[in-house]
Structures are given as structure tokens and as C-alpha cells.
């Protein structure tokens, strides 16, 4: 529905509100921009051998730009063991076979740059594969040659030089500490890996580390990229001496152990890195951006890393796990606001990517649902599908409608849930078999996308079996089902989409309308447009004289109620002073 054709409303909104943020005015199109992640493995396979490809990416662009979004993230797709899924990399300036060509690369761009889309690609600056030719000419070398300079490599504590050289742990469970074998068969130094023993990290206190990268950033720059998704952005430094950590193995914050004192996170000489890129970047235009996988907290120290002269962006994480919990997700959107504001950058918005499980399968259960990363298996507490969904629709529509930019992960506009019957054999997350099975992992949002309900692999590709096994859940779910219904979860995503961009949300201000902010249903104006979300057992009254512009049951017009586990976007009669 268009805005200019809509009644104006004819009362003003009654009830205190309580202002957190100004309309945004600073030019940048990332500042408001709604940013599409793409699983490379998981989108579309072309092919047929059962993993997606980039030709695959390329022939359903025309799809994201119909759903209205500003741009596109890839997933690592260069050359790899694939150990990790591509974050383990080892050629940064190749395509992965599997994926295709930098031919195909080259016309994915084209036909992007075609549909009006940006791309930005993932970086994986802080580990690569053990099978990376420095690494592997590394582990050839004596301690402390120039090889070995590029990683760290630490003789071992004991006598014999057999314990890790500190406590530290992998975010993938176990050591974080692998010991080699020399060349004549005995036990030599370790290596430091904080993920998988096959992604050793590099050493960024080495110059020649710096310049590496610098000459992978103009490589995809040069190809017309427009910026990068830089992950696990906070851990590339480690404090000098590599102290133990008695804290948790990522960083986070927990009863003595302030994440700010993590020795392997978030160190000072960070920052000088990624003014160094955004000086890189700036010769290329002013479009082009970084967006930092930061992981810290609190909100205020996320806020370094997108000062004026660092990256644009940083993902909001806070906002991510609180979830449905409507007193936290009030405090996060504040403080983000707030906090990003305070450095004069916008805050970003997200609730599903490739690391955790799907917000239609989280929202689905009543109390507690799977922990971060661990995934969700049949001997598992089984959530409500179609509950998730209806919360998913609602979530997904208060998020759209506060000012920032948004990032959505492949399939959310599909409503599709996690992965969950996948057999022990097929799991192939590091997490799974580094842990014997203790946490499932992330395969199950990793699952292949259903394009076509009548096709062999819901559409996925027309070859071998998809690498991941999909529901059966999806043949409903399909994208050229949804397309058809103006009633789907697709349409609720487009009619959003087109609604937020005409609106101008992204660019909006915020102010909390405390007389629906109650135990169970949370309010903001946005400019003049009213969001509400009711998470209520019963309806909720809606403010008289508002036009509903749309809610997350599809329903416009005149309408005084929100039904319970929906979400509503109204306009109303005059901008409230802010």
C-alpha cells in the first residue's frame, strides 16, 4: 500500500514518550541500508553436486531484488579445505572450486551491479587453513624464522616442553594449542589456533602480516566490491606475553572475568589496523565500507570500533540475544542507540545469520530454547513451527522499523526453521566432532534453500543430494509458493521492505511510546509512523485516529486491536516533537 494513499489520520498520539534518538541526516547508504547474507554452500547449487555456487547466486539475484533489498554479504567463498564451511582459507585472492571461477565472481558482479545491488564480502583476517602455502612454509621453517613470524609459534611449558604454552581455549571446544612434529619426528613449538587446529592465527603485531592483507583488500576492491565484512574483527591483537584467561573461551563478560580484560579480544592496537583500512577503502570512494563481527560487550566499547576513522558499521549481537525479552531488547535498542550515536554512527539490526539457530525456530518454544551455537537435535525439546513463524513475522517487523541499517540471513523471509533431523554422520560443523558430539553445532541454519516445491531438492539443484538434509518442512515453504500467496511470509518480508524504504525508517528517529510499553507489549514511534509489538495473551487497543499501515498478520486500514504475537505499523496524525 502506497502512503500517499492512505486517509491521514485525524488525532495526534496521546501518552508520554521518552526520546533516544534524532532522525538521521549523514550521508552514507550503509546507514540505512537493509544488507541480504548470502551462505554460498547453502543458496543455490547450479551445478549439481550438491553444495551452491556462484553461478548459482548469479541466477536468482533478480529474486533479493524484488524482495528490496540495498545489498548483498557473501560468506567466505575462496579457496579452502572447507575444514570450517570457508573460514578457513587458504588462498584469499581465489574462488574455491566448488563455488566456481573468478570468471563466475566477475559475472556475479555484473549482474548485480545490473539489479542496483551492492556486495560485500567476508574476510577472515584473523586465522587462515593450515593448508595456506605461509602456513605450510611455516611449519617447514626453524623457530623464530621469518616463516614462522607470520603465526604463533611458542615452545611449550614443562620440562619437556609438552604443556600448551598458556590455558586458552577454542571457540570450537578443547585447546586452543596444537603442538608440531619436526622434521626429524620429534615434538616441536605450538601454534595458536582460537578456532579450529586447522585455522592457525596469524600474527599481527608482524608487519609483513599487515601488508598480506592490505594486498587482499585492493584485489576484491578492484573487482568492484563494495566493502567487507570483517570477521571476528576483535581478535586479531593478543595482549603482549599471551597471559591465561580464566574467563570464558570467547571473551564475553562473566562474575570476575570483565571481557575487557580477555587477553585474546579486543586489544588497543586493533584500532590502528582498521584506520589503516578505512584509508585503503577511501581511495576507492566513499561507498565503500567495513562492517565489524565484533563480539564484545558492553555497547559502549562495541562503539570504538566504528569511530569516524575505523569501520561503519559493527554487528549488534546484544540485540540478537535478547531476543523476545521485552525489558532487555528496550535496554539494548537504547543503549545501542545511544552508545553509537555518542561516535555518530548508525546502530545495525539483526536476528538470524549462519552462526545460530534460525528466529523461527527460537521463538518457537515457551521458556528456554537451544543455546548459542549448540543447535538443535530430535532428542532435543522440539519447538512450535508455527508458533516461531507467527513470532519470527512479528520480531522481524519491529526490528524493520527502528532507524539503522538491518542485516537479514538467507531463507528468514521464507520463515524457514532450523535444520533439525540431520544424522551424526552428515553433521559437519567443527563444534560437533571437536566436542564428540557434546554441541550439534551450526549446521542446522547452514541448510540448503527450497526454491521450487515440485523440483527435486525443493529446487536447491538437480544433481546429487544437497550437503545438508532439508526438512520437509520445506516443499510448504518454497519460494515459488510463497511468491504466488499475498499472504506468506514472503510477502509480509517485500510489503516491509517497500514500506520501510518509502517511509524513510532507516533514516528515522526513535522515541519510546511509553503508554503501550508494558510487561508484555513494547512501543516507538519512528518519525511519525508507531510500532507495536504485542506479546500479550489478549489483544492490544491501538491508538484511535492511527491508520495500520500493515501488521505482521497482514491486515491494513482501520483497525482498533492487535491480536496477540503480532507486530503493527501505524501512522499518525502530525510528527511528535522530539
Not at 570464558?248 to 572475568?257: D, F, I, T
Amino acid at each position: 500500500m502506497s502512503v500517499d494513499s492512505l486517509l491521514h489520520p485525524t488525532a495526534p498520539l496521546a501518552g508520554p514518550l521518552t526520546h533516544v534518538h534524532h532522525a538521521d541526516s549523514v550521508p552514507g547508504w550503509w546507514r540505512s541500508a537493509v544488507i541480504y547474507q548470502i551462505y554460498p554452500r547453502s543458496f543455490r547449487d547450479l551445478n549439481g553436486d550438491g553444495i551452491g555456487d556462484l553461478a548459482g547466486i548469479t541466477s536468482e539475484l533478480g529474486h533479493l531484488a524484488e524482495l528490496g533489498v540495498d545489498a548483498v554479504w557473501l560468506s567466505p567463498f575462496y579457496r579452502s579445505p572447507q575444514r570450517d564451511a570457508g573460514y578457513d582459507v587458504s588462498d584469499y585472492c581465489d574462488v574455491d572450486p566448488l563455488f566456481g571461477t573468478l570468471a563466475d565472481f566477475d559475472a556475479m558482479m555484473i549482474r548485480t551491479q545490473e539489479l542496483g545491488l551492492r556486495v560485500i564480502v567476508d574476510l577472515v583476517p584473523n586465522h587462515c587453513s593450515d593448508q595456506h602455502a605461509a602456513f605450510q612454509a611455516a611449519l617447514a621453517a626453524a623457530p623464530n624464522s621469518a616463516e614462522r613470524s607470520m603465526f604463533i609459534f611458542r615452545d611449550g611449558r614443562g620440562e619437556s616442553g609438552d604443556l600448551p604454552p598458556n590455558n586458552w581455549e577454542s571457540h570450537f571446544g578443547g585447546p586452543a594449542w596444537t603442538r608440531t612434529t619436526d622434521a626429524d619426528g620429534q615434538p616441536g613449538q605450538w601454534y595458536l589456533h582460537l578456532f579450529d587446529s586447522s585455522q592457525p592465527d596469524f600474527d599481527w603485531d608482524n608487519p609483513a602480516v599487515h601488508a598480506e592483507f592490505e594486498r587482499v583488500l585492493r584485489f576484491w576492491l578492484d573487482r568492484g566490491i563494495a566493502g567487507f565484512r570483517v570477521d571476528v574483527a576483535h581478535a586479531l591483537v593478543k595482549a603482549p606475553g599471551l597471559p591465561d584467561w580464566h574467563g570464558l573461551a570467547n571473551g564475553n563478560s562473566s562474575e570476575g572475568y570483565p571481557g575487557e580484560e580477555a587477553p585474546m579480544f579486543g586489544q588497543p592496537a586493533l584500532h590502528d589496523i582498521y584506520r589503516s583500512w578505512r584509508l585503503i577503502l577511501a581511495e576507492y570512494g566513499p561507498d565503500r565500507i567495513l562492517c565489524a563481527e565484533a563480539n564484545v560487550d558492553p555497547l559502549p566499547r562495541l562503539a570504538h570500533w566504528v569511530r569516524p576513522d575505523e569501520m561503519h558499521q559493527a554487528f549488534n549481537f546484544p540485540y540478537l540475544h535478547a531476543g523476545l525479552d521485552l525489558g532487555p531488547l528496550r535496554s539494548v535498542i537504547t543503549e545501542s542507540l545511544e552508545s553509537l550515536d555518542a561516535v555518530g554512527a548508525p546502530s545495525t539490526w539483526v536476528l538470524s545469520n549462519h552462526d545460530v539457530v534460525r528466529h523461527a525456530t527460537r521463538f518457537g518454544y515457551d521458556g528456554h530454547g537451544p543455546r548459542d551455537g549448540d543447535g538443535i537435535g530430535t532428542e532435543d525439546p522440539q519447538p512450535d513451527e508455527e508458533l516461531g513463524r507467527t513470532r519470527a513475522a512479528a520480531a522481524t517487523m519491529f526490528m524493520l522499523g527502528l532507524p539503522g541499517g538491518a542485516y537479514l540471513y538467507q531463507g528468514e523471509e521464507l520463515g524457514l526453521p532450523d535444520g533439525i533431523d540431520i544424522p551424526s554422520a552428515l553433521r559437519q560443523d567443527p563444534t560437533f566432532a571437536r566436542t564428540d558430539g557434546e554441541r550439534l553445532g551450526r549446521d542446522g541454519c547452514r541448510v540448503p534453500l527450497p526454491w521450487r516445491a515440485d523440483q527435486e531438492h525443493y529446487g536447491f539443484g538437480d544433481g546429487a543430494t544437497p550437503w545438508l538434509p532439508q526438512p520437509e518442512s520445506f516443499a510448504r515453504l518454497s519460494r515459488d509458493l510463497q511468491a504466488s500467496s499475498g499472504t506468506s511470509h514472503l510477502a509480509l518480508y517485500r510489503s516491509m521492505l517497500a514500506l520501510r524504504r518509502e517511509l524513510d525508517l532507516g533514516r528515522g528517529s526513535l522515541q519510546w511510546a511509553e503508554a503501550w510499553c508494558t510487561g508484555s507489549s513494547l512501543a516507538y514511534l519512528n518519525g511519525n509512523v508507531l510500532v507495536v509489538m504485542n506479546l500479550n495473551h489478549e489483544p492490544l487497543e491501538l491508538p484511535s485516529g492511527a491508520i495500520l499501515l500493515r501488521s505482521s498478520l497482514d491486515v491494513q486500514g482501520n483497525q482498533r486491536l492487535l491480536s496477540p504475537g503480532q507486530t503493527a505499523w501505524l501512522q499518525i496524525a502530525a510528527k511528535p516533537a522530539e
